[in-house]
């Protein structure tokens, strides 16, 4: 066996020491596979298939190490142990034998076994050989309509390893494709997010969703709608190469919490009723979160008045950029996608139309963009004597206005302007 996959998968790059593995225990998966193909991650994902007690054997693993321990499925004795930068699954053998284990997963390139007390390779469907082809191919029909997950899995895979899906496979997975409302829409959703989340990804969502996979989840998609998903790519490029800055942006998660970038909430746009008011429920049946439905809605809402940008008063700038908030990035690429997608205009005229407001952003001090208050809500609750209401909120719109325009500079000018567009009301 090439020396460079043992080095990969060499027991003294684990968590846990291979004493604590019974013989015969054998690493199976993604792991093996993405060392065959030359790959090492920072951060580890093992799956071990055990002949027996294999949730016994991974929580002696936890305690011993102090790790985390999670039973992920007790009738089928799987278990995970989390480690500060790896985890392990630990799954007990499902068939009479490794063979008969390996033969009822899902591609051949993910049933692929390595015993780590020999070091040896078991590849009984030709794995490696995919592998070298750079080919995903299914081990049986049944096995996939077993799990009907694994019918987006596909897509997914092939996206993210390069691959290209063979193509008795892919008849396989147009034949089947209606088996896909079996599963949980949230189990969909993560596949999804994986595509969304990749350039790569782009074509594998066209022949997903041209394969029939994804009508029943984005109801109202239609090949138009691919058409803008691949647009957004290639405004993504024209922004990246001229506002590096914005580009870094949209491939940042919208939160700590949601692993979602900007530029795939953008994509996601796409795939929705233009409506934000039917997009919402859309996303809703799809359990996308709070934060990622106002992203996708915000973006479908705002994103024709970008493209007023060169027209609109610093006023009418001013409450774009508090409308639009967070979701700047996302919003600028789709609508300069929309653009794109028209044809009205070539990629550098179509992007002209969106500096202002992307200079604007830029800038941390722009008033327009960013206001720094001059006073507070409070401050102007005393000196006009009001009570507290949303008035107070306008009051301080009209004040964030005024100093953008350069009429007012200090807190004591905001005051005396606080008063008089009082009286003017």
């Known amino acids: 066996m090439n020396n460079s996959i043992v080095d990969i998968l060499d027991a003294q790059n684990w968590p846990f020491s291979l004493e604590w593995l019974p013989q015969p225990a054998y690493m199976v998966g993604g792991a093996v596979r993405d060392a065959i193909l030359g790959r090492s991650r920072e951060y580890l994902d093992l799956d071990f298939m055990i002949p027996d007690d294999a949730v016994k054997v991974a929580r002696a693993i936890a305690k011993h190490y102090h790790a985390g321990f999670v039973l992920l499925d007790a009738e089928r004795n ?12 630990f799954a007990q053998q499902e068939g009479d034998s490794l063979l008969t284990d390996l033969h009822r997963r899902d591609f051949t390139i993910n049933a692929i076994a390595y015993n780590p007390h020999t070091q040896e390779i078991i590849d009984p469907l030709q794995g490696c050989a995919d592998i070298e082809a750079g080919l995903l191919r299914m081990i049986s029909p049944e096995n996939l309509q077993d799990d009907p997950l694994r019918l987006m899995r596909a897509y997914r895979q092939a996206a993210q390893l390069g691959f290209t899906i063979e193509p008795t496979t892919q008849t396989t997975l147009r034949t089947l494709a209606a088996d896909i409302n079996k599963v949980a829409s949230e189990r969909v959703r993560v596949e ?35 058409e803008k998903l691949a647009a957004v790519d290639q405004a993504y490029n024209l922004i990246r190469e001229t506002y590096p800055q914005l580009g870094e942006e949209l491939q940042k998660p919208v939160r700590d ?25 859309e996303l809703q049946e799809l359990t996308y979160s709070r934060a990622e439905i106002r992203g996708v809605t915000t973006s479908l809402r705002l994103f024709p008045q970008f493209k ?5 008063s610093l ?23 929309d653009d794109l997608v028209v044809g009205a205009m070539s990629g550098d005229n179509s992007l002209c139309v969106y500096v202002p407001l992307i200079d604007r952003y830029l800038n941390p001090d722009d008033l327009v963009a960013h206001p720094s208050p001059l006073v507070s809500g409070k401050e102007v609750i005393l000196a006009l004597n009001i009570p507290a209401s949303p008035l107070v909120g306008k009051i301080l719109s009209e004040i964030a206005i005024a100093q953008a325009e350069g009429k007012i500079n200090t807190a004591q000018e905001a005051l005396k302007f606080a008063k008089q567009v009082t009286g003017d009301w």
Request: include cysteine.
């Open 315 to 337: 006023r009418e700038q001013y409450f774009l950029f508090q409308d639009v908030g967070v979701v700047f990035s996302a919003t600028t690429v789709l609508a300069l996608a």
């Open 308 to 312: 007023k940008a060169s027209y609109m």
């Open 192 to 226: 999804i997010s994986y595509l969304l989340d990749s350039y790569q990804g782009t074509p594998w969502l066209k022949s997903a969703w041209e394969d029939n996979l994804l009508a029943s989840f984005f109801t109202n998609a239609n090949r138009e709608s691919l």
């Open 78 to 89: 799987i278990a995970r142990v989390v480690f500060p930068h790896a985890t392990a699954d």
């Open 257 to 281: 919490t949601v692993k979602t970038t900007w530029l795939a909430i953008a994509k996601l746009a796409c795939l929705l009723h233009p409506n934000p008011e039917i997009a919402e429920i």
